[in-house]
């Protein structure tokens, strides 16, 4: 195989290529980011099966098994667009997992009381950030999409990953979100915005959450807000227990990445094992 180098053109028109696609922003960065971490990787190497294969094995070594498949999906993808199939690695098998690890989960207590400390704080964009997402399921990414306008109307029209789903904003939350719109004299448009006007983006959140939890006693570990969606998925799975209902909320094409979003600690589980008359 010949003129086989990964290249910052090659890169270049990859990018291109996922955009046409219409994959999201955080998406193409992440693959452009898999890709660039194979090319460092690489160094002096020349790009071979072999090659590939020893970073396959680096990988192993030193990530888990899903970043390891995560990592390995976004060369494989470059090496399909750049006409190298032959390069591409099987991924690993990964055995279903049953439960969360409680370590990592947010439970309701840890939230009601980073909202509490939220509030205590005077940090009402936080709090309200928080209890929107939550209430919602909505992806961080799709704040946007929460404007006054879809406030009054009571649901917002929400356009990620080429598909389009519909938000329903309660009541509650409703006049919540109302009320803190005229209190910040936002007129139109998102509501969580930042002091220049745009909407917050991810990292300005991740931060201010982060910042949270010192405050109000909560591992940071467990606290990022894509954990506020899987408590609300965890929540509203106990009530309605319709996975196919809740995949279409979450906007999720695979109900196997919804039935990570239900899973629990194992906890209750535990307490089933206790009651059976098995053991004399």
Known sequence: MTNCKITTGKI???EMYLKDEERSKNTIEKYLRDIRT????LSERVLNKLSVMEYKQ??????KPASV????????SFFCFCGWPELTVKSLKVQKTLFSEPE??????????????????HNERLCLLMQTICATGIRVSELSFITVE??????AEVFCKGKRRT???????KKLLLEYAKRSNILTGSVFISRNGTP??????????????????????????HNLRHLFARTFYSIDKDINRLADILGHSNINTTRIYTMECGNGHVQILKRLPLLL
């Open 38 to 41: 194979f090319q460092l990787f």
């Open 58 to 63: 680096f990988l192993i070594e030193n990530y």
């Open 12 to 14: 270049a028109r990859f």
């Open 167 to 173: 938000i329903f904003i309660m009541p509650r939350l």
């Open 69 to 76: 498949n995560s990592m390995l999906a976004s060369i494989k």
């Open 150 to 155: 879809a406030a009054r109307l009571g649901r």
């Open 104 to 121: 990592k989960e947010l439970s309701r207590t840890e939230y009601e009381r980073l909202i509490v400390t939220a509030k205590s704080r």
């Open 200 to 225: 917050l983006n991810r990292h300005q959140i991740w931060a201010d959450m982060k910042a949270l939890c010192a405050y109000a006693s909560v591992d940071a570990a467990k606290v990022f807000p």
